[in-house]
């Protein structure tokens, strides 16, 4: 089946994303880190205003990877000089492993062309291994870690890795 990326723009699209982004980070992200982890990076930067100010002041853009319409996951973008940022991408569980992450990655890629960008690039919790792989397959190098603090007492752990586009 075919995917697609519908971008995020209105009001209800983003309280729509919010509720999708809460629903799959609290399946996830379960066992990587601990639940008050997820509770606080959901607030602080999948909730209902945080997502509203990363698209209005932030320079983000969201779409849904939809598929016959329906919204299947997510992704967030943010292009800088000559990458873009892949902050976020994530599919319900059901839809994972179906080549849907594939089809996506593919029109990030034609987004980046689209726009003359030289690289994709992301961070990855240093622990989601089969995630790593899967970045890696679609060739993905990490290029170094990096210790954020979040606040209220968390780290994100990670990998930043970087995709080169011919």
Known sequence: MQL??????????????????????????????????????VEKFQSYPA??????????????MTVHGQPIGYV???????????SKFYLQ???????YGSQAMELLTDICRSRNLGAIWLTVNRHNASTISVYEKKGFKTIRTQVADIGNGFVMDDYVM????N
Do not use: C, P
Not at 51 to 64: C, H, K, R, S, V
Not at 76 to 86: A, H, N, T, V, Y
Not at 162 to 165: M, P, Q
């Open 162 to 165: 970087e995709k080169e586009l």
């Open 76 to 86: 967030g973008i943010k292009q800088e000089e000559s990458k873009l940022f892949l």
């Open 4 to 41: 697609t990326l519908a971008k995020i723009e209105t009001k209800q699209e983003i309280a729509s994303l919010a509720e999708l982004a809460s629903d799959i980070w609290h399946e996830y992200f379960v066992g990587m880190i601990s639940n008050e982890q997820i509770d606080y990076m």
């Open 51 to 64: 997502l509203t100010d990363q698209i209005a002041n932030q320079g983000y853009e969201y779409y849904f």
């Open 93 to 99: 569980q059901e839809h994972r492993g179906k080549g």
